[in-house]
């Protein structure tokens, strides 16, 4: 029988035991770095370590870090390999092993531990990382034709314009060997899964943008436990693994419907289900509250999303706290707080959906009737009006027209905010000769809430 998630994630920490590594708790969600909005690496924790800012907690250390990329919101359920929250397996060397040492034992996990077929198994490396192309030959035997070179933009690793850097390395597994071995392109996902990704930290770029030998170097990798288990248990995505499948099923007994049996399509919501139920659950564990800026407001969409993708897939009525109980059940043996936080994240969760699922209800017909009338684009009036009449956030209108092939109106949008603003001055102005009493309904606050809401999407990648 196929490795569980949970045994896969155990077996990786317990290897790098085996080779001398220090086994670590996974770090919050909310890094410690003020620059970052949540843990995206398992790397993230140690940032100060790698700039010499901070003593190594061990020569070696070994992690499974908890993750959330917001930057993969639009692929979730859309691609077969990526989420919003994911673990990411990690073996770190601060100055201590390097390159030799990091590849044999990637080498050695994944054909020996995992026991995948050698001739699955393809490999990237920098361009001018000739030490690398060499020892994938030397240290795993790999034909050089199987070592694809690559460029900096996908195999070169940086955390900023200045800093420690390096080449980097990755692990690929191909779903499809009988499609020969010429013309091979890593990046067609129809084929190949990028599994593992090694960081050779062994550059330092300066304010000129200098590149000298680190006299300390790194490693720093990457192995995404939902990939792992995805070809371990033979299954075609993320989200069919243990790891996500018993949420998915949960919520498709709420729909009533086999979750097997629907289209690719109608598939995609059960999977952001799933995917999302898992990310709020470990935001709020670890802290976050809904809100309407910066990570609070990354908490929010997912919760907003999850319950709109809930509606979606035929869920009547309330559904997160039930999808969020399989998910605690599912990860609290590997995460304990979300054991301890468990009627914490129910009481939150459970709020924040009753609050959105009133101004849902409000708008959606409304939204309906829009998208219904709307050719090519929903004009910013709509939109307006939704959001002003209806709470009904800008991002969900932006979403929602896109399912349908339908742009928004931004440019008029922004007006019609706008003229509302002045309508809010000039009726500040004339309360205030009336003794200070807001008569208008229109705080000047929801302006500022817009400007942070277009931030934000921007940053999510809703709006350009
Ligand atoms: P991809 O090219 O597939 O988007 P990546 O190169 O962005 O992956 P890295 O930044 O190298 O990923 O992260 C290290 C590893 O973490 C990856 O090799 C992969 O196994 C896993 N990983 C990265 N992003 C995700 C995600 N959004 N969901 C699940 N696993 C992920
Ligand atoms: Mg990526
Ligand atoms: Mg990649
Ligand atoms: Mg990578």
Redesign the pocket.
Known sequence: VALSGNQIREKFLQFFESKGHKRLPSASLIPEDPTVLLTI?GMLPFKPVFMGKQAAPAPRATTSQK?V?TN?IE?VGRTA????F?E?LGNFSFGDYFKREAIAWAWELVTVVYALPADRLWVSVYEDDGEAFGLWQEVAGLPPHRIRKMGAE?NFWESGPTGPCGP?S?IYYDFHPERGEVEIDLDDDSRFL????LVFMQLNRDSQGNLSELPRKNIDT???L??MAQVLQGVPN?YETDLLLPIIARAAELAGKDYFQLSEADKVSFKIVGDHTRAVVHLIADGVKPGNEGREYVLRRLVRRLVRRGRQAGIAGAFTQKTAAVAIDLMGGAYPNLIERRSAIMTMLGNEEAAFLRTLENGEKLLADILGRSRGTVSGEDAFTLFDTYGFPLELTIEAAAERGLAVDLKEYEAKMQEQRERAKRAAKTTDLTGGVDLTGVPATEFVGYQGLTAQARVLGILN
Do not use: K, Q, V, W
Request: charged share 30%.
């Open positions: 690496a993750c990329r993969d692929n390999r990526h989420h919003t994911f990411m996908s980097c990755e990028e599994i593992y990704n990457g192995l995404g939902e990939r993320n």
